[in-house]
Nanobody
């Protein structure tokens, strides 16, 4: 019953910030013990966990992306967002939002959205 939907621009220029939003329905992002995360998949690569925001607003990030990643939320809209700064073509990927158990995505994922970094 939980559904997630990503939204954001499909094309971003190098050095700019990629901003994506995940809208959640069928469940609250403030439900006790819930987590809400971002995962990406680059061409020819596996899934890469980026980070998560917990029900209490605490965030956790992948060490490799921490310096460029920010996850925030708007509880009034039941949304959470990803901001990835200083992007390069290496950041081109399909980006997913997902509900998480602790740090780990569970059964509820968005459909994914393509983000391409190109000048």
């Amino acid at each position: 019953q939980v559904q997630l939907q990503e939204s954001g621009p499909g094309l971003v220029k190098p050095s700019q910030t990629l901003s994506l939003t995940c809208t959640v329905s069928g469940g609250s992002i403030t439900t006790t013990y819930s987590g809400w995360g971002w995962i990406r998949q680059s061409p020819g690569k596996g899934l890469e966990w980026m980070g998560v925001i917990a029900y209490d607003g605490i965030t956790y990030y992948s060490p490799s992306l921490k310096s460029r990643t920010s996850i925030s939320r708007d509880t009034s809209k039941n949304q959470f967002s990803l901001q990835l700064s200083s992007v390069t073509p290496e950041d081109t990927a399909v980006y997913y939002c997902a509900r998480c158990s602790y740090y780990t995505p569970d059964e509820y994922w968005g459909q994914g959205t393509q983000a391409t970094v190109s000048s």
